[in-house]
């Protein structure tokens, strides 16, 4: 019996998991504005001198900033509903409620026994995902998750806010190591050699990361039909 010899090719999406983890703009890309970078000894991750000021000017930072903020300029009362997102898949390991709109000082509007946690933070979410690293999410009006809870990338997990220290409706976006240091999700001189964003984007006010999740191509190819069982071969690569 002639052998039939066929080949079939399928190329499919889906959510990355235990290597290591890159993140999505934990925030719609339309309207947001990157207000302040992280603080590399008074330098951000491309060395530009940290500058002080109005935060819709061009992005700022100021010592001890250990974050990256994000906010729409348009949200310029406390009330303005706009969905914070899960930057990669995880697991929740602890959230923070109860803070109502802040000031220039932790916890200033809050009572002193209600103030675990990290009250500067506000309203809060941490996300502990497969590679280690956990990523955190500040200032939040809503947390609509709960502890325990797994997340998808991309996942509505709260609102924007301005609770804890907060001068203005904004996100705190914070990567926290395995080993419990912080780092900047940012690649560049004095970032570091490596981005933990899908599409990190230049420098700049407009010039957010990319929404798009991270994924991993599977292609599929199958070979041979005759009598017998038939071969399936699978071939892994990353997509970049």
Same mark, same amino acid.
């Given at each position: 019996?002639? @052998?039939?010899t %066929?080949?079939?090719a399928?190329?499919?999406? *889906? #959510?990355?998991s235990?290597a290591?983890q @890159?993140?999505r703009?934990p *925030?719609?890309?339309k309207?947001t504005k990157?207000?302040s970078y992280y603080d590399h000894?008074g330098?951000?991750?491309?060395c !530009?001198?940290?500058r002080?000021g109005?935060?819709w000017s061009? #992005?700022y930072c100021?010592?001890?900033?250990h974050?990256t903020?994000?906010?729409?300029p348009?949200?310029?009362?406390s009330t303005?509903k706009?969905?914070?997102?899960?930057?990669?898949?995880?697991?929740?390991?602890?959230?923070?409620?109860?803070?109502g709109?802040?000031?220039?000082?932790?916890?200033?509007?809050?009572t002193a026994s209600?103030?675990g946690g990290?009250?500067?933070?506000?309203?809060?979410?941490?996300?502990?995902?497969?590679?280690? @690293?956990s990523?955190?999410y500040g200032h %939040?009006?809503?947390?609509?998750?709960s502890?325990?809870? !797994?997340v !998808?990338?991309?996942q @509505? *997990?709260?609102?924007?806010?301005?609770?804890g220290?907060?001068s203005? #409706?904004?996100?705190?976006f914070h990567?926290k190591?395995?080993s419990?240091?912080?780092d900047?999700?940012?690649?560049g001189?004095?970032?570091?050699?490596?981005t933990?964003w899908?599409?990190?984007n230049n420098?700049?006010?407009?010039e957010?990361?990319?929404?798009?999740c991270?994924? *991993?191509?599977?292609?599929?190819a199958t070979f041979?039909?005759?009598p017998?069982?038939t071969?399936?071969?699978l071939?892994?690569? !990353?997509?970049?």
């Amino acid at each position: 019996m002639k @052998k039939l010899t %066929m080949t079939l090719a399928l190329l499919a999406l *889906i #959510p990355s998991s235990a290597a290591a983890q @890159k993140y999505r703009l934990p *925030i719609n890309y339309k309207n947001t504005k990157t207000t302040s970078y992280y603080d590399h000894s008074g330098k951000d991750w491309n060395c !530009t001198a940290c500058r002080s000021g109005n935060a819709w000017s061009p #992005p700022y930072c100021y010592s001890g900033h250990h974050g990256t903020d994000f906010a729409d300029p348009n949200a310029i009362t406390s009330t303005y509903k706009r969905p914070i997102f899960a930057a990669a898949a995880g697991t929740v390991t602890f959230i923070e409620t109860g803070h109502g709109t802040g000031s220039t000082s932790c916890c200033s509007s809050c009572t002193a026994s209600s103030c675990g946690g990290t009250g500067c933070l506000g309203n809060q979410v941490r996300i502990k995902h497969a590679d280690g @690293k956990s990523t955190y999410y500040g200032h %939040m009006s809503v947390v609509s998750v709960s502890k325990g809870q !797994t997340v !998808t990338c991309g996942q @509505k *997990i709260g609102e924007q806010g301005s609770s804890g220290c907060s001068s203005g #409706p904004h996100v705190h976006f914070h990567v926290k190591l395995a080993s419990g240091g912080n780092d900047d999700p940012y690649m560049g001189t004095c970032g570091g050699p490596l981005t933990y964003w899908v599409k990190q984007n230049n420098w700049g006010m407009w010039e957010t990361p990319g929404e798009q999740c991270e994924t *991993i191509a599977v292609e599929l190819a199958t070979f041979q039909a005759e009598p017998g069982p038939t071969s399936i071969r699978l071939k892994w690569r !990353t997509a970049m």
